[in-house]
């Protein structure tokens, strides 16, 4: 059971520990990659490679195997995910404000 404290890249540290499945960084990279890849696997298929794009369907299973490898990610390499999202929303809304796009423009 989790508490409101206890972020959800906190409950990722802790299962990673209980269950000893710590892994140098570059194996987590490698993993949400793969994970990543398994999401537009779905997306291509259930698309049909892309010709029918409204019958798009993920499950919430490969996202949730998304998240986790992220976290997992950010833990590894000492990176708040939080603060990280928090840092990316601002750049966001700079970017919105100056440009009227969120995108780098590169």
């Known amino acids: 059971m989790t508490t409101q404290s206890q972020s959800q890249q906190d ?34 298929e259930s698309t049909d490679y892309g010709s029918a794009p409204d019958e798009l369907d993920l499950s919430a299973d490969e996202l ?12 590894s390499v ?6 990280a999202l928090n840092e990316a929303l601002e750049k966001y809304e700079t970017r919105l404000e100056d440009a009227e796009s969120p995108g780098s423009g590169r």
């Open 11 to 44: 409950r990722v540290a802790a299962f990673i520990d209980r269950h000893d499945l710590e892994t140098p960084p570059a194996f987590r990279l490698l993993d949400l990659t793969s994970e990543v890849g398994e999401l537009a696997k779905d997306a291509n």
């Open 78 to 83: 000492d990176v708040d995910a939080n603060a």
């Open 64 to 75: 949730g195997d998304v998240l986790f490898a992220l976290l997992a990610l950010a833990n």
